[in-house]
């Protein structure tokens, strides 16, 4: 897998074209996730499917790898999108609203005071904030590079059941 697929980027992705219909995807898929249970499993259902780790070899930080399959123009148009587990992400978007809001709210209440001539030393939370912000950020990026080994091995697991060389958008 070309290293550049899971750099620079939150939730890397790809779309390619394929020869393969839809339904062989979907074929492909079926079998080998339930044949191949060791170190792949997910669901595969018509034009889509979700690839996790076995419980076992899973952490905080596993990925898994979504992807839809659907007919266009005479070929099969396969994307696909690695990404943390919904709770995971679900956590981060949480954390960024509400990190972002209380930002909204103390810069909107320290510029009325400080436009009333108040003090506004509640503005000094602000940069606080944005730290707290940044350190998010950091801290969803190490979880990636904890996770990457993972996504390769669902990456390799996607090309060599649909026999397919997958490259970045």
Not at 26 to 41: A, C, F, I, N, R
Not at 57 to 84: K, V
Not at 121 to 147: A, E, H, R
Request: net charge negative; hydrophobic share 40%; with cysteine.
């Amino acid at each position: 897998m070309e290293d550049s697929l899971l750099h620079h980027q939150i939730r890397p992705r790809f779309r390619i074209e394929t020869s393969l219909t839809p339904a062989e995807i979907e074929t492909k898929l079926s079998k080998s996730v339930s044949e191949d249970q060791e170190s792949v499993g997910g669901k595969v259902i018509p034009g889509h499917a979700t690839l996790t780790l076995p419980e076992r070899d899973q952490h905080y930080w596993s990925p898994q790898l979504t992807l839809s399959f659907e007919e266009a123009e005479g070929q099969c148009l396969l994307r696909g999108m690695y990404s943390p587990r919904p709770v995971v992400w679900t956590m981060f978007v949480l954390f960024y609203s509400v990190v972002a809001f209380a930002s909204l709210v103390i810069s909107i209440v320290g510029y009325s005071k400080w436009s009333l001539g108040q003090s506004a030393g509640i503005l000094w939370l602000v940069p606080v904030l944005m730290v707290i912000f940044l350190s998010l950020y950091l801290v969803s990026y190490t979880g990636q590079k904890v996770g990457r080994k993972q996504m390769i091995t669902l990456h390799n697991f996607v090309e060599e059941t649909l026999g397919i060389n997958i490259r970045e958008e």
